[in-house]
């Protein structure tokens, strides 16, 4: 039988239909475009393009990991963010666009500072480096210093960093949070720290449950574990007024204000919801005088 692209995408919407994916019209183009080496544009400008044997084999690949529910980002192996492309493997969560809201947020709050280009910024748990390299992009003078507590994600990140030619302002660090060598202080310091409670671990969707790193997800039993660690120590490691910017999952804020709250070192918190109206972005900026 003769593949053409129209004959392709129907069985293969009905294929990822099957698996309960939301789009599977959208999907099937996204990744029959890739197995072509094409756009989605071609696909609707020549849909009766007859695939070749290599090209419906590699097409079919796709599918059928998307029918598996691999996320469609490991499966192409990139991911825009902040309008630039990174790599990404399952050693690296896949960048969420919620977390470009925590950009936004550090973004305007730099517009307020009198040297913002020169800031120096520690990004915790860096993944895949989108906050670190966006912000780097940003602020051309800015020297950024990126922490992750795994080896394989910070290999990504560097690779990223050096596409994105800012590798010589952004210095990778493998630790725990602050358990590692950071060298100066920081202006502002974000997080994008994993905070799914343990126990939400079946409820989560397969794409996200069997494909993302365990360690990029969960955030101890109540989700919170993180917020505890970066907040108790980041008053240390901020300048004078620093800010500390959170992002945080769906019904944490009251939880994560109240730690802020707790802590005694923190001033003005602000909270900062996303698209969909939910709370995403927790900051507080370190009192005078403190740590
Ligand atoms: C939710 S992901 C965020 C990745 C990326 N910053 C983003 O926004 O897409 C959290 C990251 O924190 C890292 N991480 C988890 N625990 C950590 C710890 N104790 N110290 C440093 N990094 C940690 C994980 O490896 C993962 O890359």
Not at 74 to 91: A, K, N, S
Not at 151 to 177: P, T
Request: hydrophobic share 40%.
């Amino acid at each position: 039988m003769t593949w053409t692209s129209k004959s392709f995408l129907e069985w293969s919407a009905e294929r990822l239909a099957q698996a309960g994916i939301d789009s599977p019209r959208l999907e099937s183009e996204i990744l029959l475009a890739r197995g072509l080496h094409s756009s989605r544009e071609d696909l609707y400008r020549n849909p009766d393009r007859e695939l070749g044997e290599a090209e419906r084999v590699l097409s079919k690949s796709f599918v059928e990991r998307r029918f598996l529910r691999e996320p469609v980002a490991y499966i192409l192996g990139r991911r825009e963010f902040w309008g630039l492309e990174f790599q990404v493997t399952p050693d690296v969560l896949v960048p969420r666009w919620e977390t470009e809201i925590l950009v936004e947020k550090f973004l305007q709050w730099t517009a307020s500072e009198s040297s913002p280009e020169s800031l120096r910024i520690l990004d915790l748990g860096t993944g895949s480096g989108n906050i670190a390299i966006a912000v780097a992009k940003e602020l051309p003078k800015s020297r950024v210093t990126a922490v992750d507590i795994s080896r394989s994600a910070l290999a990504i990140a560097k690779a990223n960093a050096w596409v994105h030619e800012v590798a010589d302002r952004v210095r990778f660090v493998e630790g725990d949070m602050f358990a590692c060598e950071l060298k100066t202080s920081f202006h502002a310091i974000l997080s994008n720290p994993p905070y799914i409670e343990e126990d939400q671990r079946d409820s989560l969707m397969p794409d996200v449950r069997n494909y993302e790193p365990e360690q990029a997800l969960f955030g101890g039993p109540d989700g919170l574990a993180c917020y505890r660690q970066i907040l108790l120590q980041a008053s240390q490691h901020l300048e004078e007024n620093g800010v500390l910017f959170l992002e945080i999952g769906n019904g944490q804020v009251n939880d994560v204000l109240s730690l802020i709250e707790g802590h005694g070192g923190y001033h003005a918190p602000e909270v900062t919801l996303d698209y969909m109206g939910m709370e995403r972005v927790v900051s507080a900026q370190k009192k005078k005088s403190h740590g």
